[in-house]
């Protein structure tokens, strides 16, 4: 628990995020996300996860974060596209969240690209 509230301080902090597998690091992000510190984390925790199972690496560089406009409903949800370096290649994912009935946040995770090259706009 101790080490969760570490890494969501540094979130809130330096606008960097820090997960794991083996030792936390920081990760760089741009643009702007409505998650929390510690949904950001979960959320990269299972691309980082995703990750090692279908391409055998979990490591994520960078993070670029951008909110979908027309995606909010009426209960509260709404999506965004990040898109990250991850393990020196360019992944697409569409993350929609939505509040959850049991507190905190529900969220999805939907690749919307496979591996690219890192210089693929």
Request: glycine share 8%; proline share 7%; with cysteine.
């Amino acid at each position: 628990m101790k080490r969760m509230t570490l890494i969501a301080a540094a979130l809130v902090a330096s606008i960097g995020v820090a997960v794991e597998p083996a030792a936390a690091y920081e990760i760089a992000t741009t643009g702007r996300t409505l998650a929390t510190p510690r949904l950001a984390v979960d959320v990269l925790r299972d691309i980082s996860a995703y990750s090692k199972a279908t391409g055998g690496c979990s490591f994520i560089y960078s993070a670029a974060m951008r909110i979908e406009p027309q995606s909010f409903t009426p209960n509260g949800g709404h999506a965004e596209i990040w898109t990250l370096n991850v393990c020196a290649a360019k992944q697409r994912f569409r993350i929609t969240m939505r509040p959850s009935p049991r507190g905190g946040s529900d969220y999805t995770i939907q690749p919307m690209t496979g591996r690219m090259p890192l210089y693929v706009q």
